[in-house]
């Protein structure tokens, strides 16, 4: 069960003092008549980040579309009505979304199922061509592709872009409605250069780029890089992502076939945080059966003093690595549940990863870890990163994850920080129920309409 101060952290939150104008105001548009100065639990399509909910609580807080009128709250069913809702990327007026079911973003705007042969029509692009005039044994490993079939696949990249990535503008919230089994499959939220944004209750499917780019240059034997990620967020402030569900569940990489001896990548991040994004906060999510799950920080060179983000009462289950890899901001990551047991194909090679002089505070998380895997696994970096913080837990044992990970790695992680945490709402000093607690708590279809 929760802990006391994090039951009272979630009844704040859904405190609303609702006054004689809102009243006034929603006689006007036919709403519900409260009398002044009443008090109820506000639905859940107007609840804004309480107050220390971690980073994104700081400053001006994260409160998304709660101020929406009538004309700027929608309800939405397709990728048609999504766009729409949507609007301008560059419009600021508070808006409401509310998704009722499952979006398939790979349909056009009647609702026909699109594949990845209609974003290649008409580009010159074909994968045994590209494979042919790319082949390192002709082509050579020392340099990108480039030429007719890179044009092409680049061409038929940006017409699968066109459908599949949601701009979302400011001081919005998207959330789903509950019952509705609502969701995002195959499409991405682009949430760049906006402040205040919330998501919440959805689950995202199978982020899939028909069209990965080979790069020879990319590690020792080359890599097939992929473009979307399901939430992605870039030069972006003060959001909340919260009880959502990130899954590869339709497409698991098991199936993917090997090029070049390598792995045909479509998916890359579920939930990145980069290009000096900031005040970010991500509670109550489940983030499983996904290799390169969340990036902070896209680059080891970003400057210092943003990439500040909370990851707080989430499980990580099933995920091959990032969760999170971080690079140069203070990241807290308290009360997560890491199942790192092999799930759909997907094993584990690190969970936490602490680069680039990023200063992470780890407190009070559970892993649970088979036999077949060590401690020392748990963890990364590249010997300039931190990772401070105590009482977290493999298979209940209180253990220390850096001492086990400089035992066994000579570019060592450092154990201080620059900074103390104090946005840390509804923290559990005893990670041990965390795992029963989460089960029933954290992902997409938990949270009601009250």
Request: glycine fraction near 8%; hydrophobic fraction near 35%.
């Amino acid at each position: 069960m929760a802990s006391a101060s994090h039951r009272r952290s979630l009844r704040k939150r859904r405190t609303l003092v609702v006054s004689a104008a809102v009243v006034a105001a929603g006689v006007g548009a036919g709403a519900l008549v409260l009398s002044a100065n009443a008090t109820s639990a506000p639905d859940l399509y107007h609840q804004t980040l309480a107050a220390k909910d971690g980073w994104a609580s700081s400053g001006s807080g994260t409160t998304g579309g709660t101020k929406a009128d009538a004309a700027h709250t929608f309800t939405v069913a397709t990728r048609a009505q999504l766009v729409k809702a949507l609007g301008s990327a560059s419009d600021t007026t508070p808006r409401i979304i509310k998704v009722k079911g499952t979006i398939d973003a790979n349909t056009d705007d009647s609702g026909k199922k699109l594949a990845c042969a209609d974003y290649a029509a008409g580009t010159g692009y074909s994968l045994s061509a590209y494979l042919k005039a790319f082949d390192p044994s002709t082509y050579g490993r020392s340099k990108l592709p480039s030429g007719t079939q890179e044009r092409a696949r680049a061409a038929a990249q940006k017409k699968q872009a066109a459908n599949i990535v949601f701009k979302v503008p400011a001081n919005t919230t998207i959330v789903g409605v509950p019952g509705t089994k609502a969701g995002i499959t195959g499409g991405m939220l682009q949430i760049q250069k906006v402040d205040n944004v919330i998501v919440r209750n959805l689950t995202f499917s199978d982020t899939e780029d028909c069209f990965p780019q080979w790069d020879p240059t990319d590690g020792d034997s080359g890599n097939w890089n992929s473009e979307y990620d399901a939430v992605t967020l870039r030069g972006a402030t003060h959001v909340w992502a919260d009880h959502n569900t990130f899954t590869d569940a339709g497409h698991f990489d098991s199936t993917n076939p090997k090029y070049y001896g390598r792995e045909y990548q479509v998916h890359d991040g579920e939930l990145d945080i980069t290009k000096s994004s900031d005040l970010v906060t991500a509670e109550h999510n489940q983030f499983t059966s996904h290799d390169k799950t969340m990036l902070i920080g896209s680059s080891d060179s970003e400057p210092s003093g943003k990439l500040r983000v909370t990851l707080h009462h989430n499980i990580w289950k099933g995920i091959v690595q990032r969760a999170p890899l971080t690079r140069v901001g203070q990241v807290h990551i308290y009360n997560n549940v890491y199942d790192v047991t092999p799930l759909n194909g997907y094993a584990l090679q690190y969970s936490i990863n602490s680069r680039a002089k990023a200063q992470v505070v780890a407190q009070n998380n559970y892993w649970t870890v088979p036999s077949s895997i060590k401690t020392s696994k748990l963890l990364s970096g590249d010997g300039t990163g931190s990772v401070a913080g105590s009482g977290n837990l493999v298979n209940g044992t209180t253990t220390d994850l850096v001492a086990a990970y400089n035992a066994a790695n000579s570019k060592k992680i450092k154990t201080t920080v620059n900074w103390t945490p104090t946005l840390t709402a509804g923290l559990e000093t005893n990670a041990r129920n965390l795992p029963a607690e989460l089960a029933k708590t954290a992902g997409a279809g938990v949270l009601t309409a009250s």
